[in-house]
Nanobody
Framework: VQLQAFGGGLVQAGDSLRLSCVNS????????MAWFRQAPGKEREFVAA???????SYADSVKGRFTVSRDHAKAAAYLQMNNLKPEDTAIYYC?????????????????WGQGTLVTVSS
């Protein structure tokens, strides 16, 4: 598994941004793709996850603003982020695990991308 996340950038509060994550390595018949983020001085936290049939899970802090999706044919996952807030500023990481349970803990995901920085100015 080789994950690469991209799409981060500097935006203003209220703007939108779409992150992408592509797996260029081994794939699985059943897997979860997830997004985590880590703000300066804070621990990495769960943002959202998606499995087959578009079943999703979100952190309370992003519900209603972020939408996670995936394209199995492209081995990709996406995170559409709307109405961004300064507190969304962080490095965003995509992660992958085999299986069908939507875990939200970092230790549940063995495969990680390199992260992409999202900065939201007020």
């Amino acid at each position: 598994v080789q994950l690469q996340a991209f799409g981060g950038g500097l935006v203003q509060a209220g703007d939108s941004l779409r992150l992408s994550c592509v797996n260029s390595g081994r794939t699985f018949s059943s897997y979860i793709m997830a997004w985590f983020r880590q703000a300066p001085g804070k621990e990495r936290e769960f943002v959202a996850a998606v499995k087959e049939r578009g079943i999703t899970s979100y952190a309370d802090s992003v519900k209603g603003r972020f939408t996670v999706s995936r394209d199995h044919a492209k081995a990709a996952a996406y995170l559409q982020m709307n109405n961004l807030k300064p507190e969304d500023t962080a490095i965003y990481y995509c992660a992958l695990r085999e299986g069908s349970i939507l875990y939200s803990t970092t230790e549940s995901y063995p495969y990680w991308g390199q992260g992409t920085l999202v900065t939201v100015s007020s």
